[in-house]
T-cell receptor, first 114, second 113 residues
């Protein structure tokens, strides 16, 4: 059973536009929600993360919006640039004792065209 | 710091052959993980380790074995490779479960013919 559902699978955005990627989770015990960015031929790297005690977190052009009641969170990339072209993974984790696993979504391939 | 390194970067195996993938980290992290990444499937956890000498199964452990004899190294073994194990393998490490952030290596692309 997939615990984190991510959409869309792929996304094409014009330079300067807003990229939006959505994720939904099922396990209400999850309390840490990161987004990872992966460039071709590289390993994923943490981009931004949020905990459910806040509804939004912003770092530069990247914003996570979190809706606890709907069990959804999304990544917004403002003023998207060609250098943002990458695959983005949402993930979720329970931070309690004895929990070590990140559960990943299936990924969204973002292409920002000039 | 080199971070997380993986060897080899690429490998081609024939069905039934065996091999070991090596992961090393120089960040003194307690936790280490092996994932596989397949198109449209995201990252799936194979095995993980919460400390030297310990290992545990993840989501897709069948056909793989692991060992953590030294804190800085985490080995992933395939005893009898199958075409279904063609994938990109990523190793990751984290300081503790509370720190949450996992640091990934550059990956190993494995093809099993």
């Amino acid at each position: 059973q997939q615990q984190v559902k991510q959409s869309p699978q792929s996304l094409i955005v014009q330079k300067g536009g807003i990229s939006i990627i959505n994720c939904a989770y099922e396990n209400t015990a999850f309390d840490y929600f990161p987004w990872y960015q992966q460039f071709p031929g590289k390993g994923p790297a943490l981009l931004i993360a949020i905990r459910p005690d806040v509804s939004e977190k912003k770092e530069g052009r990247f914003t996570i919006s979190f809706n606890k009641s709907a069990k959804q969170f999304s990544l917004h990339i403002m003023d998207s640039q060609p250098g943002d072209s990458a695959t983005y993974f949402c993930a979720a984790k329970y931070s309690g004792a004895g929990s070590y696993q990140l559960t990943f979504g299936k990924g969204t391939k973002l292409s920002v065209i000039p | 710091n080199a971070g997380v390194t993986q060897t080899p970067k690429f490998r081609v195996l024939k069905t039934g052959q065996s091999m070991t993938l090596l992961c090393a980290q120089d960040m003194n992290h307690e936790y280490m993980y092996w994932y596989r990444q397949d198109p449209g499937m995201g990252l799936r956890l194979i095995h993980y380790s919460v400390g030297e000498g310990t290992t545990a199964k993840g989501e897709v452990p069948d056909g793989y074995n692991v060992s953590r004899l030294k804190k800085q190294n985490f080995l992933l073994g395939l005893e009898s490779a199958a075409p279904s194990q063609t994938s990109v393998y990523f190793c990751a490490s984290s300081y503790s479960s509370a720190s949450n952030e996992q640091f990934f290596g550059p990956g190993t692309r494995l093809t099993v013919l």
